[in-house]
């Protein structure tokens, strides 16, 4: 079994949404979050926006890489159109998710969070009683490879939807690993490196259910953070927006596009290749009208293997930044601390004296 280590068990949220209520209970107040969020239309007009079909066709490819270098250089997030996952997959996964969210609690619990374990439902990062909490129910496991799914999880969850989400692994993370051949491509990584660190790779899913909120401004749907993982494929499942990213300091919504994928570097990915792409620190907001819910995967090298800058990227001129460690403890090191903007990427570096 992957270990992640443990969090501690929390109350459902969707649950103590659904009682009336004025004031939001005093573990979720964030009275240190930043202010507001910008919303610079012109900053939000150029997010970029990779297409797929042209990444992989002789004619464009040249142009959609050089689109696809920029975007992870100078965003470390963009929108996938054009991706090649069928859409009636994606509308069954959006349909079935949110069903799953719809079940009663009596029928939740058979998938809750075992003690010390991070899979099912529940909250993640949570160390500590005093810790200030989301707003907002996740429900996370390990998809691949399949020997290391949980087996009260991914195998007895309701039918449909694991049949659904069988066939939605195995096409994200196939388009997932050749977004990540393009980058190697671009920055001149050598293939059988990519395959050293991905080939036979985790992948993980995590569903987000974030209901609405009397005092939107006073809690966070999801603490600011960037992902541990090497890279991010969020779908969107309804219309409600909440996502956004942290650009030249201030913080601005992404808006997602109808079938799009939301794709973003990960911490992994910015150690990998050694700091070329950097992963960027978004967070999850909520409002007082509707329930927002996405589906992200995750991508991550093998469980097996070792996380630091691939080998070719490191001269005389560009030595390493980050040091190289078993993936085990890459994780042990993300599942024991809170979320916290970039903060696992300070415990990976290598810290270079000045001459």
């Known amino acids: 079994m992957a270990k992640y280590g443990g969090s501690l068990l929390v109350p459902s949220v969707q649950e103590l949404a659904e009682n009336p209520m004025v004031a939001v209970p005093p573990r979720y107040i964030r009275p240190e979050q930043d202010a507001p969020v910008i919303s610079d239309n012109t900053l939000i007009s150029k997010f970029p926006v990779i297409d ?171 603490t600011p953070h960037s992902d541990s993982v090497a890279l991010t494929i969020l779908l969107q499942i309804n219309e409600a927006e909440g996502l956004q990213i942290k650009k030249d300091g201030k913080w601005f919504p992404v808006r997602p596009l109808p079938n799009a994928f939301i794709v973003n570097i990960g911490d992994m990915l910015e150690v990998i290749t050694n700091g070329v792409y950097p992963s960027i620190e978004h967070r999850a907001v909520v409002n007082s009208e509707q329930e927002r819910l996405s589906i992200a995967t995750f991508h991550l090298v093998k469980y097996d293997g070792e996380v630091g800058p691939a080998p070719s990227l490191i001269t005389e001129k560009t030595p390493a930044l980050f040091r190289r460690v078993t993936t085990e403890e890459f994780l042990k090191a993300v599942f024991s601390r809170e979320l916290h903007e970039k903060s696992l990427l300070d415990y990976m570096r290598i810290e270079h004296s000045q001459v």
């Open 52 to 222: 797929m079909q042209s990444l992989l066709s002789e004619e464009s490819v040249d142009s959609e890489l050089a689109n696809l270098d920029f975007a992870c250089r100078e965003w470390g997030f963009f929108q996938l159109v054009n991706h090649g996952v069928s859409l009636a997959l994606v509308d069954k996964v959006k349909k079935e998710i949110q069903e799953f969210f719809n079940l009663s609690m009596e029928e939740k619990k058979k998938y809750w969070q075992y003690p010390g374990e991070v899979e099912g439902f529940g909250q993640a990062f949570v160390v500590s009683e005093e810790q200030r909490l989301d707003w907002g129910d996740l429900f996370f496991m390990t998809t691949l490879p399949v020997h290391l799914r949980k087996p009260h999880l991914f195998p007895k969850l309701p039918p449909s939807l694991r049949d659904t989400l069988e066939v939605y692994s195995t096409e994200v993370n196939a388009l997932a690993m050749n977004l990540i051949s393009r980058m190697a491509k671009v920055l001149h990584i050598k293939d059988e490196e990519v395959r050293e660190f991905f080939e036979n790779g985790l992948q993980s899913m995590r569903m987000n259910y974030y209901p609405p909120c009397p005092q939107p401004g006073k809690v966070m749907g999801l």
